[in-house]
């Protein structure tokens, strides 16, 4: 399964979590202790914010984060307050740019590990709720596109757990295919978020840290170990938000029928 990582502090170089770290998210595309696979080998991407712009910086390639001599670099230049990286291990939809995480609107960033199981029996019906801009803005074939444009479609910019309920509500069940598992990063280019769900309660793994050396916070699938002295787990069916590096919970309730 994918793996993620994502920072919010004072500005550092990418590279300080994503390559540098002992279990680095570099390192969890080959090495990966909390995954079905150890291997993540589908592609990779990082967006990043900075404080000029609130539209998010976007490198994204099909390459194997390990074979790509480019990222290296790109993380040593780069330095930001808040970024979200992702390396991924394809379910559904082919190895191409189109479907390598994070994805974007506007000042939103998203990535996803975790899988629907019944999507292709759902497909149809998410597509044809998306408002025309969103259905439009579509690039890919993921699973995990579409639960974006579905989250940004119940209204994620205004209340992000409630668009979270709205989204499981709709992907519905169907547990004779498999449970539906969901962990998820995503950022405005102010606050940082995650979450996981599953159906069966075996969320795919997501751990914050506590305040770095820098100050800074992280998120990741495991912990980056360098990076923090503590690692504690997110709570499944709860929206964490880390906003001036103070987190906090919101209950996820489900939405009634």
């Known amino acids: 399964m994918c793996r993620i990582a994502a920072y919010q502090g004072p500005a550092i170089p990418l590279e300080n979590i994503i390559v540098r770290p002992t279990h680095s998210l570099l390192t969890q595309s080959q090495h990966a202790t909390e995954a079905k696979l150890a291997v993540n080998g589908d592609g990779f991407g990082i967006a990043w914010y900075q ?52 994805f974007t609107w506007k000042n939103w960033s ?42 940004l479609a119940h209204g994620l910019a205004d209340d992000p757990a409630r668009a979270i309920q709205a989204m499981i509500a709709d992907l519905g069940a169907a547990t004779h295919l498999g449970p539906i598992r969901l962990t998820c990063v995503f950022s405005d ?9 599953a159906s069966d309660g075996r969320c795919p793994s997501l751990y914050l840290s506590d305040r770095l050396d820098n100050g800074g916070r992280a998120m990741a699938s495991e912990p980056l170990e360098q990076c923090g002295q503590r690692w504690r787990p997110v709570h499944p069916d709860q929206l964490l938000e880390l906003r001036g590096l103070q987190a906090s919970y919101r209950d996820l309730a489900p939405v009634p029928a």
């Open 51 to 102: 404080p000029e712009t609130p539209l998010p910086g976007l490198y994204r390639d099909v390459l194997p984060a390990w074979a790509d001599g480019n990222l290296t670099s790109l993380c040593r230049m780069v330095r930001s307050p808040q970024f979200i990286a992702h390396i991924r291990a394809s379910t559904v939809g082919e190895t191409s740019r189109q479907n390598c995480h994070p």
């Open 110 to 151: 998203f990535c996803h590990n975790g899988q629907v199981p019944h999507i292709n029996a759902i497909r149809r019906r998410l597509e044809a709720a998306l408002p025309d801009a969103l259905y439009d803005h579509r690039q890919g074939t993921t699973d995990s596109e579409l639960i974006f444009l579905t989250l």
């Open 189 to 197: 280019g102010d606050a940082l978020y995650g979450f996981r769900h």
